[in-house]
């Protein structure tokens, strides 16, 4: 049985309506029906509030699918801030090279701001499993995105100094 269906079965058990749950642990009602759908997981916090209130451990909530659940919602997400990283370097090279060829050193305005952006969506594209277990090499792993940020305001600097 999945968590889903086990809070879905405890509030049941307890005649309570999603909005009375979502009221007695702080959140909102779509966060449970998130929950007993299966297309969301609570925080650490919501998971001990749940367990308080229903009087049950956090281990007879959760099970190895649960777990498992988490961790491809985890990973999901993390592949969709790689993409948006991606698109912004993208964004950033693209405005770079048009304040070049169109010899208008404005564009580099855009192109520092999606650079900004590829950093911080790229720290945000692994998995947040991975981030706890990764602290041994998080300084590489940031320097490479900094290489990279570093990369494009060189260019962007050039660009601007070859403009004038």
Do not use: C
Not at 15 to 41: C, H, M, P
Not at 83 to 88: K, N, S, V
């Amino acid at each position: 049985m999945t968590f889903g269906e086990k809070l879905k079965q405890l509030r049941k058990a307890n005649d309570l309506t999603q909005e009375d749950l979502a009221d007695k642990i702080y959140v909102t009602r779509t966060a449970i029906s998130k929950w007993e759908t299966g297309n969301g997981f609570p925080s650490i916090d919501s998971l001990k509030l749940i367990s308080n209130f229903f009087h049950v451990g956090i281990d007879d909530l959760i099970s190895d699918s649960d777990v498992e659940t988490k961790r491809l919602l985890d990973e999901k997400k993390a592949r969709l801030m790689y993409l948006i990283a991606i698109g912004f370097l993208v964004v950033s090279v693209a405005f770079t090279l048009l304040a070049y060829f169109l010899v208008q050193p404005y564009f580099t305005v855009g192109g520092a701001i999606a650079a900004v952006l590829y950093i911080v969506f790229g720290l945000l594209s692994k998995p947040r499993y991975k981030r706890a277990s990764a602290k041994k090499i998080i300084v590489p792993y940031v320097i490479s995105r900094i290489v990279v940020l570093l990369f494009v305001i060189g260019l962007m600097i050039f660009t601007v100094i070859t403009l004038k």
